[in-house]
Structure formats: C-alpha cells, structure tokens
C-alpha cells in the first residue's frame, strides 16, 4: 500500500521569503516521488521527480525537493517565493515496480502576500 | 504537439441527463486515467486503463463507465447525472510500466468543468 500526507492545506507567505510545503509518503518498497503544480484553470503540470538517482532533486522555476528515506519525506522548498508562485501543489508517490498508479496528496494551496 | 487534450471544457447538464467526456492524447501512452477534482478532496481516480481495450476502477467509480477502443482515446460517461458529480474532471496519460520509462510522469489536460443542475 502507499499513501500521501501533504501538512497544511494552505501556505502563506510574503513575497521573497522561503517556500516549504511539506509531504510524507508511506510505501512498502521504494518509491518514485513526483510535485506537481497546478495554476487556476489549468491542468497539473510536473515539477520535480524522484526517482532515486539523488536526492536532492531540482524542479522548475526555482523549487527543489530533498528525499530523506529516515523521515519518508519528500518536501518542497524555493528559496524565494515570487507572486507568480501562487497555485496549487500536489505531491504524489508510485512504488518503484508497482503498477503505474499513482497516490496523490490532497494538495497545498500556496499564497504569496505582496 | 497538444498533448493531452480534453472536450469539451465546461458543461452544464441537468439530473438525470447523460453525456460523454473525450480525452485524445497524442504521446503514444499506454495508461490514462480518469480524475474527479473536489475543494479539499484533491484528486480522486475514477478509473483507469492500462492499455487499449481494458479498463479498472479506481477509487470513485459508481456512477460513471469508460472505454478504451482507440489507444489515444479515453472516454468517461455519466450515464445519468446527479448533482453530486459536480466536480472538475481532468484527463492523464503516462507511459506504462516498460523499462527505463517506468518512472515517468503522468500528463494532464486542462480539465472538464461539470455542472449538475
């Protein structure tokens, strides 16, 4: 089984300070990890993956992603969050050999106050 | 190259009615999936294929039927609308579980808007 625990479903912060949205899987074997993003009115689009190569994992527009097996975390970081930031994340596990059928989180909605 | 493309985008029914969302993807995937998007809820699969032909139910099922004739085409019927399957549909691909493509990720198109009046 596997499952994903997103903390917070909603994250605030002022422009140009730190970005953590937080995400915990559960997986009986090793996993592949995946973020994803979702703007108003679109579609989730992909932002970094895991996939065991290493652990510090760098995404688009600036995010990145530390796998940390001892926590079962897999959480996501910008060192400085930009209006355009503001959306939806969703962070998502599928076990490594499993049937391509992922879990996703219930998502964190990030706003960036000016 | 339009990826995963979904029709139509909004859609108004009332109870009882029945209609046919269209997913085409254009990647040559062999998985693609349904999803039910709701205010806290996040995404909930609905059902899924796993290849030309077959279909499986996903979390949410009842109430909805799919089918799979064409590998690039997925189809999601209501066959007849209740106001509780408001929601915003989205449509994904990915490849199968073949080798060094195992890992990668799913696509999204931009989502059906429902309304069940």
């Known amino acids: 089984a596997q499952s994903v625990t997103q903390l917070g479903s909603h994250v605030s912060v002022s422009e140009g300070a730190l970005v953590l949205l937080r995400c915990n899987y559960s997986?009986?074997?090793?996993?592949?990890l995946f973020w994803y993003v979702q703007y108003p009115n679109q579609g989730l689009q992909l932002l970094l993956k895991?996939?065991?190569?290493?652990?510090l994992v760098k995404g688009i527009n600036g995010f990145e992603a530390e796998f940390k097996k001892s926590e079962t975390s897999f959480h996501l970081t910008k060192p400085s969050a930009h209006m355009s930031d503001a959306a939806e994340y969703f962070c998502?596990?599928?076990?490594?050999?499993?049937?391509?059928?992922?879990?996703f989180g219930r998502g964190t909605s990030l706003i960036v106050h000016p | 190259n339009a990826g995963v493309t979904q029709t139509p985008k909004f859609r108004v029914l009332k109870t009882g009615q029945s209609m046919t969302l269209l997913c085409a993807q254009d990647?040559?995937?062999?998985?693609m999936y349904w999803y039910r998007q709701d205010p806290g809820m996040g995404l909930r699969l609905i059902h899924y294929?796993?290849?030309?032909?077959?279909?499986a139910k996903g979390e949410v099922p009842d109430g909805y039927n799919v089918s799979r004739l064409k590998k690039q085409n997925f189809l999601l019927g209501l066959e007849s609308a209740a106001p509780s399957q408001t929601s915003v549909y989205f449509c994904?691909?990915?490849?199968?579980?073949?080798?060094?493509?195992?890992?990668?990720?799913?696509?999204f198109g931009d989502g059906t808007r429902l309304s069940i009046l």
């Open positions: 994904a691909s990915s490849y199968g579980m073949e080798g060094a493509v195992s890992n990668q990720p799913q696509h």
């Open positions: 997986s009986s074997v090793p996993p592949y």
């Open positions: 895991y996939t065991s190569a290493a652990t």
């Open positions: 998502a596990v599928r076990r490594a050999g499993g049937s391509y059928i992922p879990t």
């Open positions: 990647m040559n995937h062999e998985y």
């Open positions: 294929s796993v290849g030309e032909g077959t279909t």
